[in-house]
């Protein structure tokens, strides 16, 4: 199935060490070569890339190696098709507005027969069963707040919405509104949050290194949410199927 990487901080941080140990799995480390994405938030913009060739020898992969946008919460995505044809359309992650705000999701599973009624607010552009799960999530939060609710408020609709599309399937996905990240473990997800004193760290599918210490401040905390270690000699705390969380600032909120 697909693989997600996710990372949420307390100040503008750029992803470039973990994506490029990550798009490595889009076809070369692994065979999950039927397109990738990746989404970053900067203040209540956001910059959106998607394509449906292999990460691992995509041109815009390579752009996003070697250009350090820095954000504070950013999804990323590589795709092994199980619903819906290789096209752009269909790669992760996707994005809706919501309450004025950005809206991003990416899911790896398979979801069996989930044919949700739609409103006319949110509507899928391609054919896939995750893009069909973010119109529907969305569609139920706004049913369920008048206004806007607080990340708490979020985390507690969303505990309830999760099990219901589970029925059908391996559901892990991300989520993010630009102000936390929801992490959502069906069979697979792993999460380290790096603060201080920062080590080095080395990659798994890539012969890179990184020294974190050198390009932080004892401030700096940052949390990564991936399907499976990005590094060799970090600590990955496994989810359990069934656990959502939520990362704000760079740490898990109980």
Known sequence: MCQLLGMNCNTPTDITFSFTGFAQRGGRTDHHADGWGIAFFEGRGLRHFVDHEPASRSPVAELIRRYPIKSRNVIAH????TQGEVALENCHPFVRELW????????????KDFQPRLHAGFQPVGSTDSERAFCWILQELRKSHAGVPSVQELTLTLRELAPRIARHGPFNFLLSNGEALW????????HVERK?????????DEDLSIDFARHTTPQDRVAVVVT?????NEHWAAMQPGELRVFVDGSALA
Do not use: E, M, Q
């Open 183 to 190: 992490a959502h473990c069906a069979t697979s997800l792993f």
């Open 196 to 204: 201080h004193p920062f080590a080095h760290a080395r990659l798994r």
């Open 228 to 232: 499976a270690p990005l590094t060799v």
């Open 100 to 111: 004025g705000r950005y809206w991003v999701f990416a899911h790896n599973g398979d979801l």
């Open 78 to 81: 590589i795709r092994k098709a």
